[in-house]
């Protein structure tokens, strides 16, 4: 069982917007500004998407945004477009504790 | 940029200690603007994390696998380097070695090593 909470699964048609949910606690999500978003395409390692709930690291789209509203953060691709397809996982930090945990991602399917 | 890379053996007997090597380019693994870290992924399942290290050295683990798990730095070799002892079936996943420019969060990800925990 993850540590934090993700839907199995989430969908949209081309140029829709879609938001994906993380939901952790006050000791984790809730917590601390250390959320993080990953994309993986089907045989490849994961990509950094969003860092610190709402940073994009250089080259990826700004129709990737990030936020947080209490113990739940959210990821939201806007436009999507085909290539968007892929699983997302989020994860953050946890105090000194557990430290850092995942969640369990979430598959996106465009339509 | 940074470019991991991961090596060791693909297969592991079980009660076995797992040794993986993660050598790294673009970038001084000694360098206080990295975070490296090692994630593991299941067949088929999510991302687990395994543990940390800092340039200072110090290592944070999941307490699940604290009890099996070292992860050192070779500064000489620019490599950092991951132990987990007493493997079962259940510790056969692909492998992940990543680092990154802020902490909690990794930018740049090895390909991937799968091994796989077998007699």
């Known amino acids: 069982q993850s540590a934090l909470t993700q839907p199995p699964s989430a969908s949209g048609s081309p140029g829709q917007s879609v938001t994906i949910s993380c939901t952790g606690t006050?000791?984790?999500?809730?917590?601390?500004?250390?959320v993080s978003w990953y994309q993986q395409h089907p045989g490849k390692a994961p990509k950094l998407m969003i860092y610190?709930?709402?940073k994009r690291p250089s080259g990826v789209p700004d129709r990737f945004s990030g936020s947080k509203s209490g113990n739940t953060a959210s990821l939201t691709v806007s436009g999507l477009q085909a290539e968007d397809e892929a699983d997302y996982y989020c994860?953050?930090?946890?105090?000194?504790?557990?430290?850092?945990?995942f969640g369990g991602g979430t598959k996106l399917t465009v339509l | 940029q940074l470019q991991l890379q991961e090596s060791g053996p693909g297969l592991v007997k079980p009660s076995e200690t797992l040794s993986l090597t993660c050598t790294v380019s673009?970038?001084?693994?000694?360098?206080?603007?990295?975070?490296w870290g090692w994630i593991r992924q299941p067949p088929g399942k999510g991302l687990e994390w395994i543990g940390s290290?800092?340039?200072?050295?110090?290592?944070y683990y999941n307490p699940s696998l604290k009890t099996r798990v070292t992860i050192s730095v070779d500064a000489s070799r620019n490599q950092f380097s991951l132990k987990s002892s007493s493997v079962t079936a259940a510790d056969t996943a692909l492998y992940y070695c990543?680092?990154?420019?802020?902490?909690?969060?990794?930018?740049?990800w090895g390909q991937g090593t799968l091994v796989t925990v077998s007699s």
């Open positions: 990543a680092g990154g420019e802020t902490a909690y969060s990794y930018g740049a």
């Open positions: 673009g970038g001084s693994i000694s360098s206080s603007s990295y975070y």
């Open positions: 290290i800092y340039y200072s050295g110090t290592t």
């Open positions: 006050s000791s984790d999500v809730g917590g601390y500004k250390y």
């Open positions: 610190e709930v709402i």
């Open positions: 994860s953050s930090y946890a105090g000194s504790s557990n430290f850092e945990v």
